[in-house]
Structure formats: C-alpha cells, structure tokens
C-alpha cells in the first residue's frame, strides 16, 4: 500500500482553467503538507494542515486554496492557472505538528500549464 | 529558518564510501538536523536525522560536530541507487512557531559511477 498517494500524476491544462490534486495518507499522520517544486529544482512549502487544521500558510497566491476534509486527505485546488503554476506538487505528512520525525512524501503531481 | 550550506555536487564510485558535508553555523539549540534525499523523479526520502549524537539506520550514518555547526552524512557503500540530490535540512524542535516544516536548500547533487 501506497503511504501517500497523489492524483494525478501528470496534469496538462491551458492558462484560465481550474484544477486540483488530490493527496491521501493511510499512516495516520495528523499533519500534511503541500510542497512545490518550479524547474529550477527548488524544493518550497505552500501549506501544511495539522488535523484539518490549517498551521503554515507561506504567502501563497489566493488562487491556490488547500482543503482538508478530514486529517487523511488535503487536497489542493488552483484556481485561474498560469505558466508560472507548472511545477511538481508533492504532499507529505508526518506525525503531528511538533514531531521532529520524518516526513512521508508522495510521489508528486507535474503540473504543466499551456 | 536556520540555513545550511552544501556543495553543490559530489561524486563517488560505487562500492566506496561517501562523505556528504553540511555546514549550519547558525543552528539553534531546537533544531534538529535532517537529511533527505530525491531520486530522480521522485519524491524526497528520508534518510537519517539526529540531534547531538552520531546515528546509524540501515541507509546510513549521520556524524554530528560536537558542536553542531556541521554535520556529514555516511553512505557506507555507495550504490548506483545511491545516485540523488541530498538535502540537509534544519527541523524545529516540538513548540516552535515554525511547526516542524521542513525547509530545502539546493542539496548535493550525488553522482555514483560504476
């Protein structure tokens, strides 16, 4: 089984157009997060939920909007894409908001915008 | 967020040991000290991490300075498997305002010949 899943795997749309990605985990973990990564390779946090809650917002345009419907599942929805959107969308989770333990990553979503 | 500094790529031959070199003269007292990698076209690992003592997993060893301004990350005998960008990462301990996110540098690109 599959520690965090993502879907889709590879997304191709036009500029405009609504989108989301949605990510499981089946660890039990209480906090997930939504990682992106642009061509140059860079790794950065967009948001990151502890039981549904949302704790780390990192000044990520309002188009993008996380959800989680319960602390299994966070999924990620972009509103009006643009070229600049196309990138690699990773999930992750891990314990719980203070845990200093490792993270579980998903396999990644590649995003390209037309 | 603390930061660390990495050499931008390394190289090894495979069955030989690796020694992976961060530094991070800036750490605090609550910060843990994490090291990822990413294979290609995949989504980060976890590998090892530690505090102030030295640690060993089944992937490989993490030596600590005494004190804590650098860390090495020890691949006993480098594989073609081996072959990823390494990130050391600094994680907050449990309480702190960053929540325990994970913040990436730009790693070590790994290179293992045969």
């Known amino acids: 089984d599959t520690a965090v899943s993502q879907t889709p795997k590879y997304l191709v749309t036009q500029m405009g157009n609504d989108k989301s990605i949605k990510c499981e985990q089946n660890?039990?973990?209480?906090?997930m997060y939504w990682y992106k990564q642009d061509s140059k390779k860079f790794l950065k946090i967009m948001f990151s939920?502890?039981?549904?809650?949302?704790?780390i917002n990192e000044t990520v345009p309002n188009r993008f909007s996380p959800k989680s419907p319960d602390k299994a599942h966070l999924n990620l929805h972009i509103n009006s894409l643009e070229l600049g959107d196309s990138a690699v969308y990773f999930c992750?989770?891990?314990?719980?908001?203070?845990?200093?333990?490792?993270?579980?990553f998903g396999e990644g979503s590649r995003l390209t915008v037309l | 967020d603390a930061k660390t500094t990495q050499p931008n790529s390394m190289e090894s031959n495979e069955e030989e040991p690796v020694h992976l070199p961060c530094n991070h003269s800036?750490?605090?007292?609550?910060?843990?000290i994490h090291w990822y990698r990413q294979l290609p076209s995949q989504g980060p690992e976890y590998v090892i991490h530690g505090l102030t003592s030295n640690v060993n997993n089944r992937m490989a060893s993490l030596a600590i300075a005494e004190d804590r301004k650098s860390s090495t990350l020890i691949l006993h005998r480098a594989t073609l498997r081996d072959a990823a960008v390494y990130y050391c990462i600094l994680r907050e301990r449990t309480g702190g305002t960053s929540y325990g996110k994970l913040t990436f540098g730009q790693g070590t690109i790994l290179t293992v010949h045969p």
């Open positions: 660890l039990g973990h209480d906090t």
């Open positions: 992750a989770s891990t314990r719980g908001q203070g845990s200093t333990g490792e993270l579980f």
């Open positions: 939920y502890n039981n549904k809650e949302l704790i």
């Open positions: 800036t750490i605090s007292g609550t910060d843990y």
